[in-house]
């Protein structure tokens, strides 16, 4: 058994924790059918334990028929059998927490799968019956109803409407198989609150709450009028209550939560953060900044100053199973773009990417809070350019074929150099297997070399996680800031080395140094002072 982490008996290990996210479909197949599967993270929880994180979140595991690789869920009590059985996610979960390794699960409140008993029922029970008030269904506009009964816009392009064969249309805010619930209905708020017990009673730690800003909409859904404040489903006042009530079931577990909450303002984004909601929210302004050092800067202060108020940790995201992976994204040289997203062709320098990706993970590893890391992000993959007749994401499909989708980060891991028997759900492209954790396991100067003995230090170096940081003097371009106990952090993105502070010794850097014992471009290094 594995040395028990520091944070093992403390309550608020959430705080500075280093979360793995496990994308089960793509993770490791135990079964050989080309899906992943939960035998195969059983068996690669060793992998996670050398690898040194303190959790684990799983993106939905459970009986969905993937029309939006499972944040469609049929149903909430049972793990789809391509995974395995309950019984399995539950021996996972206990044998993770003796290796000192805790669970997130994810809830998708906004919505469920056209396949999940409500809505079929609703579907059954046709207009105006109690089944469909779980829903948003409403008659259309248009002297024959033919026209849908509002103009929202859909997360994933197109319509947010759709109509059935008795002339209502419902409300999805995503694809259509993910009809939206109606959080007005005493119903769907209690119904989610046995889920979560349902979970913290099966011994998870935490829940990632999907879409979070997005469940209570305007009252009569007003058309969205560009500008006006509030927005009809973005960010109403009324969310606030339903998530100072599943606090209230998390305190009872010591559980807690983590809100994908996508803002542009940040006291509205505090507000999902005070005491008694969600304990953290991702933190997506970090993720989408360039590699440009006053803008991560930026990035980082705002950051700070947006979490002190309410006394929560921030998180440190750089890649997840929705944005361009972190290699290509900063191989690209124009940053002119949105800079997480998925685009067709764009010229990538993938040694260049993997220079800055190196810094970039010696950066969030060493900011205060807690860090999320994406299945790969420690292989170092690339985004993957997914052949046109094998995409599955809807949001390809929805776009028209315009967007490439989201899949091109979802390709299965490579474990072994030996390609896999059978041809998994994604194709790997060519030199897939070079990438392979057990050959770079062996290879003290691989990507995962580098984020074994970040994570360990981070374990072991109590200055680092939740806790004060200071910026130190640094020349244009480069980020230099102290943390407690003497460890300083410096990342080079100037165009000449820089110089490092004197007295201090270098505990790992994310490249050499030059013949000067100067700091090189794209280059990070964690140092004693
Ligand atoms: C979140 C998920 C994404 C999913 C969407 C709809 O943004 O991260 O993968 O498609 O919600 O549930």
Redesign the pocket.
């Known amino acids: 058994m594995a040395a028990i982490p520091p944070s093992e008996a403390a309550d608020d290990w959430w705080r500075s924790a280093a979360i793995y996210q496990v994308y089960v479909r793509s993770f490791a197949d135990a079964d050989g059918d080309g899906t992943g599967d939960l035998a195969g993270v059983r068996s690669r929880l060793p992998y996670l334990v050398e690898l040194g994180v303190d959790a684990l979140w799983f993106t939905p595991w459970y009986l969905s028929p993937l029309a ?2 499972g ?1 469609d869920v049929a149903d909430y009590r049972s793990i789809d059998p391509a995974f395995g059985t309950l019984g399995e996610a539950e021996k996972l979960i206990a044998e993770a927490r003796e290796l000192g390794i805790r669970t997130i699960v994810d809830i ?1 409140p ?2 469920v799968s056209d396949q999940h008993a409500w809505f079929r029922a609703a579907l059954a029970a046709g207009p105006g019956s109690p089944e469909r008030e779980l829903f948003h269904f409403r008659p259309g506009r248009g002297e024959h109803g033919e026209l849908a009964p509002n103009d929202w816009p859909s997360q994933f392009a197109g319509s947010t409407w759709t109509r059935v064969d008795d002339g209502e249309w419902y409300l999805h805010l ?1 694809a259509p198989e ?1 009809p939206d619930l109606n959080w007005a209905h005493p119903v769907v708020r209690e119904e989610h609150e046995n889920v979560l017990r349902f979970w913290f009673e099966r011994g998870v730690a935490g829940v990632r709450i ?2 979070a800003a997005l469940l209570t909409k305007a009252d009569g859904l007003p058309d969205f009028v560009e500008g006006r404040d509030p927005h009809p489903y973005i960010d109403q006042d009324e969310i606030h209550d339903i998530y100072r009530s599943w606090r209230a079931v998390a305190d009872e577990y010591d559980g807690v939560f983590v809100g ?1 909450v996508w803002l542009p303002d940040s006291e509205r984004f505090a507000r999902y953060l005070r005491p008694d909601e969600l304990h953290t929210a991702f933190n997506f302004n970090f993720l989408s900044c360039p590699w440009d050092a006053a803008r991560l800067r930026t990035a980082v202060e705002e950051t700070l100053a947006e979490h002190a108020p309410v006394g929560a940790p921030a998180t440190w995201v750089l890649c ?3 944005v361009t992976r972190t290699v290509t994204r900063y191989g690209r040289r124009e940053t002119g773009f949105d800079f997480a997203a998925k685009v067709f062709g764009t010229p990538t320098d993938l040694g260049l990417g993997t220079r800055r990706a190196r810094a970039a993970a010696l950066l969030s590893l060493a900011l205060p809070g807690s860090v999320y890391l994406y299945q790969g992000e420690e292989l170092g993959l690339p985004e993957v350019e997914i052949p046109l007749h094998r995409i599955q994401d809807p949001m390809h499909f929805r776009s028209g074929g315009t967007d490439p989708g ?1 899949d091109g980060c979802r390709v299965p891991l490579p474990w072994s150099a030996e390609p896999p028997a059978v041809e998994p759900w994604l194709p790997q492209p060519d030199g897939w297997t070079g990438y392979a954790a057990e050959l770079q396991a062996e290879e003290p100067d691989s990507m995962l070399s580098l984020y074994r003995a970040a994570l360990g230090l981070r374990r072991t170096e109590a200055g680092f996680g939740d806790g004060p940081l200071t910026w130190l003097p640094a020349a244009d371009g480069v980020l230099a800031f102290a943390r407690s106990e003497g460890l300083i952090c410096v990342v080079n993105l100037a165009g000449e080395p820089a110089v490092l502070p004197g007295h201090s010794h270098t505990l790992l850097s994310s490249g050499p140094l030059d013949g000067g014992g100067r700091l090189p471009q794209d280059t990070a290094v964690w140092l004693r002072a």
């Open positions: 939006d690789g944040y998708v906004n919505h995503f993910q999907d879409s994908e997840n199973h929705d989201r």
